[in-house]
């Protein structure tokens, strides 16, 4: 949420107890897109923060989409924008990366097209945040530290987790090496 102070607007980021709740509401909006898009949705997965049991997060629902091309907006913008979605980032630059906000619940919905490697990579993150405690903490600790400060946008505190992130993925990424490899 950010307050005006002048012509300056202050972004304060609210990072909250974990919510039971959130996989529920999660499958409520899974419902919703898959009502709207048909066969259309490849996967609908509960990622970042508030899929992981237990961990502090905004009290926003991150949903990844996989569709056959996220770059034909034809193909699913119009029914997603009649699911109540609003189409409010385009990075064709970056996996053709779409991003639509729900506001009731709050929810960011990113959509990738099928077989995008970030789909697999936030997959990876949020399965072993679920299963090593330490990591899972030591994110926790971060978010909650850095959720104290004022930002300029809410990108920047995004940006500001980049070093953790990059350190946990590191050992998210042996993790599931190790685990397709049978050890």
């Known amino acids: 949420m950010g ?28 419902v919703r897109i898959r009502a709207a898009l048909r066969e259309r949705a490849l996967a609908v997965e509960h990622v970042g923060s ?10 926003v629902i991150d949903i990844h989409l996989a ?8 193909a699913y913008a119009r029914d997603l924008e009649g699911a109540g979605y ?3 980032i ?7 990366h779409r991003m639509f906000k729900g506001y009731d619940p709050e929810t960011n919905l990113h959509v990738f ?4 490697p970030e789909l697999n990579r936030c ?13 899972c903490a030591l994110y926790a600790t971060v978010k909650s530290r850095l959720a104290q400060s004022d930002w300029d946008r809410v990108e920047d505190y ?18 599931s090496r190790e685990s397709r490899m049978g050890h």
């Open 3 to 30: 307050a005006e102070l002048g012509a300056i607007v202050v972004v304060r980021i609210e990072v909250v107890v974990y919510d039971r709740e959130w996989p529920t509401v999660f499958r409520k909006e899974e």
């Open 50 to 59: 508030t899929s992981v049991p237990g961990l502090a997060a905004k009290p």
């Open 67 to 74: 569709v056959r091309d996220s770059a034909d907006e034809g």
């Open 86 to 88: 609003r189409l409010v």
């Open 90 to 96: 385009r990075e064709p630059g970056w996996f053709e």
């Open 113 to 116: 097209s099928e077989g995008c």
């Open 123 to 135: 997959r990876i993150f949020r399965d072993w945040l679920r299963i090593s405690p330490s990591d």
């Open 158 to 175: 995004a940006d500001a987790k980049h070093d953790v992130i990059e350190e946990i993925m590191g050992r998210a990424l042996s993790w």
